[in-house]
């Protein structure tokens, strides 16, 4: 069992009022079901050391079917997946399903040779005796691992599949289909708990980028430690099927032909649609993060005498950070800096990266702006991600935004809206400045933020 799992179950029982006892029952349950121990050879077969496709039942998976059926990579399915993966001509070399999905689809991939991957909670217990019908099923359980059944993490289908891919070597892993915002397709069980449930495995995603040594790649919706790709990228990172020779899957149909119109309209309405599932992920990480940031300083004073309290440095992020509440004054609303004739700058603060011994650069921070240098023998080009989309567009873009609609409402005095330049002669980052920050919480929002992004290019640039 994965490290660290036992605390994730802990919060998704809390979250969705499951039982313990309930999902050991329905193991032990499906261990009585299974032939024999899993099949891990055929396993590490199929994914160690390759590129691997988990594909979920969200309605962008139609865009990536294509390519999926050109590509050489290996592909592990949400059962809810299947009906348009076989329609496409697609057959998954594995399917992960907790079997609520078409049964008809599920016992046609078994019997072409899909390897099926059974999970048991105490919800689909009465649907394990359908395991004996599938050829070489392999059971996993959320609990710990009982008999032949295992515990290689994830929660829902989609997530399982690729936990299943990182604990199994996959060198790459891509996410396709993975709409973890919604909307839910006819091809899933839409029930009210449903957004929760995606939510839910957005997060343990997150989570298990932090310590795979998968390459991690999504088509669909945007995930920390995930590299954003379109869907013709896929067969460029796992390259082209040479044949469809002794191989399942037959050659994918032809692509139905849109004017340019259409296409513009649908590029649209997606790149709409893709921006407000963003805006309301990060609204919601804030919320979350701020509740958990309150719930500390609540317990720090309940358990704590202030005069043993020693403020701690702050460490450089290992992840994209959000926006914290001030733990040191959490009653009290955010300073507003003063003008930048008061006071001189702070003293430059070290950007640090892992794979170097010196700085890649230094904050310093002055009362009205952030001025971010980056040492001359350090080459980032602009390009790299996630500096456009993430740092850019998703940040400073937003904060430059509410701050100039603010000003438009007449909340704050014109002039005073975030504003930054970026200096890149040539395409590679020299430095950038950021105006206006105006909030201590927003200082170390960017600072964090600076840190995270310029570590993520470097290694994404290398």
């Not at 590490?44 to 691997?52: A, E, K, L, P, Q």
């Not at 949400?78 to 992960?96: E, F, M, N, Y």
């Not at 032949?148 to 989609?158: A, E, I, M, R």
């Amino acid at each position: 069992m994965l490290p660290g799992w036992d605390r994730q179950y802990r919060s998704i029982v809390a979250e969705f009022g499951y039982s313990p006892q309930e999902d050991s029952r329905a193991a032990a349950l499906l261990d009585e079901m299974l032939p024999g121990p899993p099949d891990t050879g055929r396993l590490r077969d199929i994914i160690s050391g390759r590129t691997v496709v988990c594909a979920g039942a969200g309605a962008s998976l139609l865009e990536s079917l294509p390519h999926i059926g050109r590509s050489s990579a290996s592909c592990i399915a949400a059962d809810s997946a299947l009906p348009p993966l076989l329609k496409h001509g697609i057959l998954p070399d594995i399917v992960v399903t907790d079997l609520d999905g078409d049964a008809e689809s599920l016992t046609v991939a078994a019997g072409r040779g899909s390897m099926i991957v059974v999970h048991a909670h105490g919800d689909n217990a009465d649907r394990l005796h359908m395991a004996r019908g599938l050829p070489g099923c392999i059971g996993t359980a959320q609990t710990p691992p009982t008999g032949h059944v295992q515990n290689y993490g994830g929660f829902t289908d989609g997530d399982r599949a690729a936990f299943l891919a990182s604990r199994f070597g996959a060198r790459r892993i891509i996410l396709c289909g993975m709409d973890l915002g919604g909307p839910v397709t006819g091809w899933s069980n839409s029930t009210p708990e449903k957004p929760r449930k995606l939510r839910a495995a957005a997060r343990l995603l997150e989570w298990m980028a932090k310590f795979t040594s998968s390459s991690l790649y999504t088509v669909s919706y945007p995930l920390r430690g995930f590299q954003v790709i379109s869907p013709d990228q896929i067969s460029r990172l796992a390259g082209e099927r040479s044949s469809h020779k002794n191989n399942n899957r037959p050659p994918p149909p032809q692509v139905v032909k849109l004017s340019s119109e259409q296409i513009q309209g649908i590029a649209a309405l997606r790149e709409k649609l893709n921006g407000r599932v963003i805006q309301l992920h990060e609204e919601l990480e804030e919320t979350n993060l701020n509740i958990a940031a309150l719930d500390a300083a609540l317990k720090r004073s309940s358990f704590a005498k202030a005069s043993e309290y020693t403020p701690q440095d702050e460490a450089p992020p290992e992840e994209p950070p959000a926006p914290q509440a001030d733990m040191h004054n959490a009653a009290e609303p955010p300073r507003t800096a003063a003008p930048a004739h008061d006071a001189g700058p702070s003293a430059p603060k070290p950007i640090t990266a892992a794979k170097r011994d010196d700085p890649i650069g230094f904050i310093r921070t002055y009362p009205d702006r952030i001025v971010v240098e980056i040492e001359e023998d350090v080459t980032i080009p602009t390009a790299t991600s996630p500096f456009r989309t993430f740092f850019l567009d998703r940040v400073l873009g937003e904060m430059e935004k509410k701050d100039t609609a603010e000003v438009d409402a007449g909340l704050l005095p014109a002039g005073s809206a975030l504003s930054f330049e970026i200096d890149d002669p040539g395409g590679s980052i020299r430095g950038m400045t950021i105006t206006n920050y105006r909030t201590d919480e927003r200082a170390r929002e960017i600072d964090s933020t600076v840190r995270w992004v310029l570590n993520r290019m470097l290694e994404n640039a290398g």
